[in-house]
């Protein structure tokens, strides 16, 4: 699974997948999804969790549930109080990206594409390569991000960020990625149901 997708949606979903079927084993590798879809090419992996479009024509690539997108800010941020944040806004401070092959940056870059007139571009400040890496350089004031409403639950209880909507909304789906003519284990098959019920199940939750 990508990064995002592997810290706050699958260890729920794991674990609720082990307690129906204890005896079946599950290795679970992280990366960036154009690393998760390198694997599923290579048949490193069975199936792919990912958080950005899949170019490859040949696999199979099935939506799970939608991914709201949202600018963060620390409380005391000056533009804390707005209801929603457009491109312009966004020119305005130093802002924190995830690196180079990241699914959360491939779509904000798609983002920005579309509603930048391509006269100016972001003050790019920083690149990490975490979504927990992201929150903390925001929190400590050294700039603004977006990233996944699925990942900032806990700071928004705790009061340590600052959730804003972004205007056009920015919205992205999870995915399921696998071969189209691989031979599948009835495990593999198992988890892929399990793991689609659930996405339906809990689309509307805290997550989105």
Do not use: W
């Not at 699974?1 to 079946?24: H, Q, R």
């Not at 048949?43 to 024509?57: F, H, Q, R, T, Y």
């Not at 399921?176 to 689309?203: G, N």
Request: proline letters at 5%; aromatic letters at 6%.
């Amino acid at each position: 699974a990508s990064t995002t997708i592997a810290e706050y949606m699958l260890p729920a979903l794991l674990g609720d997948f082990k307690a129906k079927y204890p005896d079946v084993n599950i290795h679970l590798k992280v990366s960036n999804t154009d690393g998760i879809v390198s694997m599923v090419e290579n048949n490193a992996i069975d199936l792919g969790v990912v958080e950005a479009p899949v170019a490859n024509k040949n696999l199979v690539v099935e939506i799970c549930r939608p991914d709201q997108l949202v600018a963060i800010v620390p409380p005391q941020h000056p533009e804390a109080e707005r209801e929603t944040l457009t491109y312009e806004d966004l020119m305005k401070y130093p802002f924190i990206c995830r690196e180079e092959g990241s699914g959360t940056r491939e779509v904000i870059s798609e983002y920005l594409s579309k509603v930048n007139d391509g006269n100016e571009v972001l003050n790019m400040s920083m690149e990490l390569g975490s979504p927990e890496a992201v929150k903390g350089a925001v929190e400590a004031g050294m700039g603004i991000s977006i990233v996944s409403r699925a990942t900032i639950q806990k700071e928004l209880k705790l009061q340590t960020l600052v959730a804003i909507n972004l205007s056009p909304m920015l919205e992205r789906p999870f995915s399921f990625v696998h071969q189209k003519q691989k031979f599948r284990a009835r495990a593999m098959e198992e988890l892929l149901q399990f793991a689609q019920k659930y996405c339906k199940e809990h689309k509307n939750d805290g997550l989105i």
